[in-house]
């Protein structure tokens, strides 16, 4: 049975009600995080709770607890739900009241967290994707629940056969539509830059940090849609796919169509780290 955590109380999840006046349902007006737990410890908790506090200012809703009380529910949440390998997701909501676009003066937040069990070898499986245009808003750097144009291309993707599909803005890679996006092409390994056009992942700058202690050079630059055709290896990463190699793209070989070295190596720095993580090595 899962616990869930709703505004102050665990109760299970089946038994979790939230009001149909919540901004969150009638207006996606809220923003969320997804942390993964390895052997009972939360992988990089600082870092997720900072990109949650930076996307609870951005659309200025007042932060409901401090970063002790985050790491309590966070804890509470993983010790009720029996410890080990877990996708803790929580969500932030400006809170119910009377429908109106303006921000209703007196609404106090909806803070909801819920934990799901966590493959931790999903990075085995290479990955056909797609490629489509990036319709999103302009603010993708706010991890939003406004998710509709992502929920769309990854069922687009799903609808012809693959796991993800990679977006493309003014002719350059943005990110997937759950995951960020590396690309060995040339003589670079390259991920698009932080910008408001994508959300910088917590996973992704952990592999630049790892690449950068094993003098791999991996340059955070733009990556034209035509050098991602051309890749010797592509890779998409997030919390729960951690490094995933792509093998076919629109239905056509990447490389050799089948895992690169690159990947190989990379994956390797990964998987040593969650290990560390595990024996209490590293917070």
């Known amino acids: 049975m899962t616990i869930a955590y709703l505004d102050g109380e665990y109760q299970p999840l089946a038994d979790v009600r939230i009001s149909p006046l919540d901004r969150g349902f009638l207006f996606a007006d809220g923003v969320y995080e997804v942390i993964p737990v390895y052997g009972g410890r939360p992988f990089r908790a600082d870092e997720h709770l900072e990109r949650l506090e930076r996307s609870l200012a951005a659309v200025r809703i007042v932060d409901p607890l401090d970063r002790a009380g985050w790491k309590a529910l966070l804890e509470g949440i993983v010790e009720r739900n029996g410890g080990g390998h877990q996708a803790v997701y929580v969500q932030v909501t400006r809170g119910a009241a009377p429908r109106d676009h303006a921000f209703p003066p007196a609404a106090l937040p909806t803070v909801f967290a819920m934990s799901k069990a966590l493959n931790t070898d999903p990075q085995t499986r290479p990955l056909h994707v797609i490629t489509r245009p990036d319709i999103r808003w302009t603010r993708c750097d706010i991890k939003s629940v406004a998710l509709l144009p992502n929920v769309l291309m990854r069922q687009e993707a799903e609808d ?55 003098d791999i050079e991996v340059r955070e630059e733009a990556i034209p849609e035509a050098d991602l055709r051309t890749a010797a290896e592509i890779w998409v990463t997030s919390s729960t796919k951690e490094v995933a190699p792509v093998v076919r793209l629109d239905g056509e070989a990447v490389g050799e169509g089948e895992p690169g070295p690159l990947w190989q190596r990379v994956n390797g720095l990964f998987q040593d780290y969650k290990q560390r993580l595990m024996r209490g090595e590293i917070d």
């Open 160 to 214: 012809f056969g693959a796991s993800e599909a990679i977006m493309v803005r003014d002719g350059e890679v943005t990110e997937g539509s759950a995951t960020n996006v590396f690309v060995a092409a040339g003589d670079a390994l390259r991920t698009p830059p932080k910008s408001a056009h994508i959300l910088g992942g917590i996973t992704r700058d952990l592999l630049i940090e790892l690449m950068a202690a094993a």
